[in-house]
């Protein structure tokens, strides 16, 4: 299990090396969302008594941003190295699937996690919200950018070309996030649609994330972690199976 090392060394540097585009575009991208809805909405919506609607939106954009990067950092890694040929040369090393599930997540979680502070840090000069629960924010940010660097493990697999990759992300990935509660709160919803969010895993992802912030949420934090935990399973096992058998990239 030393291997694993090199790898996610390598991915460190891939995604570093153009930081511009991999660590300030999505955080620019957040701080526009803030100032948008910020400021047209700020007015017209209250979510909680005691929080502002832009201290509301903050958690929600810095989890967003951690899971959109953590997918998109594994995903985009295996594809590129797919389709310009250089995945040969990871296949001649005796690294075993496991090395390659850690140093592939692991990386994702960095990457995430990078991402996640600078658009906190960035946002908190508009609207800095409480930290009622820190454990809880970095349990969540934690585990959801491993999720997501799962699921962009078994996309980058998966995909033979750019456009299926980019498929997945824009019909799967990019609407769950949306329609998770980044930017309002599902009691605020008709009772159908509430319902319906709890069937989005991205919910609790955000739900329990925001949790930690503020001390409030629209599901209990420990059913969040419970479904997060089991997601994260059943992906991680899903991953390290296809990394086993080769799939689509030992042939």
Known sequence: MTGWRTLFYKEILRFWKVGFQTVAAPVL???????????VLEAHVKVYDTIS????????????????????NSS?????????????????????HWNWFFAYVASS??????????????TSFFAFPSLVAPHWIL????????????????????????????AFQNFVIMPMTFLSGVFYSISSLPPFWQKFSHFNPFFYMIDGFRF??????????????????????LSSAVAVNLLRIGYKIRS
Do not use: C
């Open 212 to 233: 930690g912030f503020f001390g409030v949420s629209d599901a209990s934090p420990w059913l969040s972690l419970g479904i997060l935990g089991a997601a994260l399973l």
């Open 109 to 122: 979680v960095v990457r995430g996690m990078v991402v996640g502070f600078g658009v906190l840090v960035v």
């Open 139 to 166: 349990v969540f940010a934690i585990l959801g950018a491993a999720l997501m660097g799962t699921l962009g493990l078994i996309a980058g697999l998966w995909a033979e070309k750019f456009d299926q990759l980019a």
């Open 76 to 96: 985009s890694s295996l594809i590129q190295s797919k389709i310009m040929g250089n995945l040969v040369f990871l296949l001649l090393t005796p690294l075993s």
């Open 29 to 39: 991208t957040a701080i526009l969302y803030l100032l948008i809805f910020g400021h």
């Open 53 to 72: 609607y832009t201290a509301f939106l903050v958690p929600g954009l810095v989890m967003m941003s951690v899971l959109q990067n953590a997918f998109a």
